[in-house]
Nanobody
């Protein structure tokens, strides 16, 4: 079973930045679309960003202009650069591989002063 592994979460002050990483083995990574989701306390899990195998990117309206998703196929890794962070983005962030319906374990992002 494919198990994406996220890293890079943590505590950051408002206005700060973080870069999340998600690595995945056991799949033909370059041929897979990849996505980031998040789940805040008491809320449903929601899509944040996605990148296709061809490199086309998609973002939720709430993060457009502040988050950037990218991929490095040589490293089997997808990234999410998050800038100008605000408290409302505090959540557990999950990596998702649609082709194998695989979720990572999640990484906590907390924005607080």
């Amino acid at each position: 079973q494919v198990q994406p592994v996220e890293s890079g979460g943590g505590l950051v002050q408002p206005g700060g930045s973080l870069r999340l990483s998600c690595s995945a083995s056991g799949i033909n990574f370059s041929r897979n679309d990849m996505g980031w989701y998040r789940q805040a306390p008491g809320k449903l899990r929601e899509s944040v960003a996605a990148i296709t195998s061809g490199g086309t990117t998609y973002y939720s309206d709430s993060v457009k202009g502040r988050f950037t998703i990218s991929r490095d196929n040589a490293k089997n890794t997808v990234y999410q650069q998050m800038n100008s962070l605000r408290s409302e983005v505090t959540a557990v962030y999950y990596c998702y591989i649609p082709g194998s319906r695989s979720w990572g374990q999640g990484t906590q992002v907390t924005v607080s002063s």
